[in-house]
C-alpha cells in the first residue's frame, strides 16, 4: 500500500490553462505540506496544513491554491499556468510530534 | 540566501569505501536536522536524524556527525554499497509557529561504483 500517493505522476499542459494535483496519505498523519522542486533541485516547501488547516504559506503566487478537503487529503490547484511554473511537485505528510515527512513520488508538471 | 548548504554537488566512492557528505547551516536556531535520500523519479525517503542536544547518532552504516560550533553536520556511510548511489539531502528544522518548517540543501548525489 502507497503511504503517500500522488496523482497524476506527469501533467504536460499548455499556458494559461488550469490544472489540479491530487494528495493523498493513509498513514493517519494530521500534517501535510506541498513542496515544488524546480530546475535548480531545490526543494523548496508551499503550503502546510494541519487539521485541515493552513499552518504555513509560503511566498507563493496565488494562482496556487492548495484545498484540504480532509486530514487525509491535500490538493494542490494551479490557474492560469505559466512556463515558470515547470518543476516537480511533492506532497508529504508527517504526525504533529514527529520530525520525519514522508513524501510522495512527485508529480512531474510540464508547462509548454 | 540558503539556510542550508549542501557545497558539493556530486561525489563519487568506490564501493566498501566510506562516504562522507557534508552540510553547513547558518541558522542557530535549528535544532533538529534530517538527512533524506532519494532516487530518480521517487520522492525523498527518510535516512537518519540528529537532534542539536546530540553529537552523534548511529544507524547501521549511517552516522550523522553534528558541530554546532562550526554549524556543521555530515553523514558517513562506511561501507558505502552501489544501492546507495542516490542523491542526499541535509534539511534543519526550526519552529515555525504551532509548526515545524523543514528548510532543505541543494543535494549531493552520491556514486558508489562498484
Known amino acids: 500500500d502507497t503511504a503517500v500517493s500522488q496523482t497524476p505522476k506527469y501533467l504536460v499542459t499548455q499556458m494559461g490553462n488550469d490544472k489540479s494535483i491530487k494528495c493523498e496519505q493513509n498513514?493517519?498523519?494530521?500534517?501535510m505540506y506541498w513542496y515544488k522542486q524546480d530546475s535548480k533541485k531545490f526543494l523548496k516547501i508551499m503550503f502546510s496544513?494541519?487539521?485541515?488547516?493552513?499552518?504555513i504559506n509560503e511566498t507563493v503566487p496565488n494562482r496556487f491554491s492548495p484545498k484540504s478537503p480532509d486530514k487525509a487529503h491535500l490538493n494542490l490547484h494551479i490557474n492560469s499556468l505559466e512556463l515558470g511554473d515547470s518543476a516537480v511537485y511533492f506532497c508529504a505528510s508527517r504526525f504533529q510530534g514527529s520530525w520525519e515527512q514522508f513524501f510522495g513520488p512527485g508529480t512531474r508538471l510540464t508547462v509548454l | 540566501d540558503q539556510q542550508v548548504k549542501q557545497n558539493s554537488p556530486s561525489l563519487s566512492v568506490q564501493e566498501g569505501r566510506i562516504s562522507i557528505l557534508n552540510c553547513d547551516y547558518t541558522?542557530?536556531?535549528?535544532?533538529?536536522f534530517l538527512w533524506y535520500k532519494k532516487y530518480p523519479a521517487e520522492g525523498p525517503t527518510f535516512l537518519i536524524s540528529i537532534s542539536s542536544i546530540k553529537d552523534k547518532n548511529e544507524d547501521g552504516r549511517f552516522t550523522v556527525f553534528l558541530n554546532k560550533s562550526a554549524k556543521h553536520l555530515s553523514l558517513h556511510i562506511v561501507p558505502s554499497q552501489p544501492g546507495d548511489s542516490a542523491v542526499y539531502f541535509c534539511?534543519?528544522?526550526?519552529?515555525?509557529?504551532?509548526?515545524?518548517?523543514?528548510?532543505w540543501g541543494l543535494g549531493t548525489s552520491l556514486a558508489v561504483n562498484p
Open positions: 541558522n542557530s536556531m535549528f535544532d533538529y
Open positions: 496544513y494541519n487539521n485541515k488547516e493552513l499552518i
Open positions: 534539511a534543519a528544522s526550526a519552529r515555525a509557529g504551532n509548526n515545524r518548517k523543514l528548510i
Open positions: 498513514l493517519g498523519h494530521d500534517t
